[in-house]
């Protein structure tokens, strides 16, 4: 089955900065790559997602690349701000596997 | 997500007992889903259903049962046979389109055994 590896586990930032979470799968045939954020203690929300068939995806100040080749991809979130603080989680394939999660920080 | 309701939010049980964790969706989605949350871990996948009268097993479906006896409903029991039920539960749904498999979270159901 798939396995997803999720890096770091916990990001702290200053407001502003850009934070970079990344993630590497093991299935060379996942064809479907979303991540989502969840605050404390609600339910994971989509935040965006990416196709095999595309290289990078952008909407406002989140960005998500991937490489197939080295089958990684990653997260970008640029001019990060207090409300971006949550975990973040990415997942591969059609039946989803997740990663473990990452804490993102952003300090005032 | 407003389509998918889970409950209750919390669930207290004595240990030995059998409890029943509800999800209701009415987004006519074909596909349901169980995870477990732990502190610190990602999403762990106990079962899922891709279509009435039929589930199959997660990766950590042992103490757990669930049944599909309507599109709208996917009911988790949570079993004696659980040795460490106390967890985060959350249901979610899903129309799988060619691999693309966009997940559609309920609120969840905190469950503590005392």
């Known amino acids: 089955g798939e396995n997803v590896e999720q890096h770091p586990s916990t990001l702290s930032v200053q407001e502003g900065d850009s934070a970079v979470i990344k993630c590497t799968y093991s299935?060379?045939?996942?064809?479907?790559f979303p991540w989502y954020k969840q605050e404390l203690g609600k339910r994971p929300q989509l935040i965006i997602d990416?196709?095999?068939?595309?290289g990078e995806k952008k909407d406002q100040r989140i960005a998500v690349t991937l490489n197939k080749t080295a089958k990684h991809f990653s997260l970008h979130i640029t001019e990060t701000q207090p409300e971006d603080s949550a975990v973040y989680f990415c997942?591969?394939?059609?039946?989803?596997?997740f990663g473990q999660g990452t804490i993102l920080t952003v300090h005032p | 997500d407003g389509g998918i309701t889970q409950s209750p939010k919390y669930l207290f049980r004595k240990e030995g007992q059998n409890v029943t964790l509800s999800c209701e969706q009415n987004?006519?989605?074909?596909?349901m889903y169980w995870y477990r949350q732990d502190p610190g871990q990602g999403l762990r996948l106990i079962y899922y259903?891709?279509?009435?009268?039929?589930?199959q097993k997660g990766d950590i479906a042992e103490g757990y049962s669930v049944s599909r006896e309507k599109k709208e409903s996917f009911p988790l029991t949570v079993t004696s046979a659980q040795k460490n039920p106390t967890a985060f539960y959350l249901c979610?749904?899903?129309?799988?389109?060619?691999?693309?498999?966009?997940?559609?979270f309920g609120p969840g159901t905190r469950l503590t055994v005392l």
């Open positions: 997942a591969a394939a059609g039946k989803l596997t």
């Open positions: 259903s891709q279509i009435v009268n039929d589930f």
């Open positions: 979610a749904s899903s129309i799988p389109q060619a691999g693309v498999n966009e997940q559609f």
């Open positions: 987004l006519n989605h074909d596909a």
């Open positions: 990416i196709r095999s068939n595309v």
């Open positions: 299935d060379s045939a996942s064809n479907y």
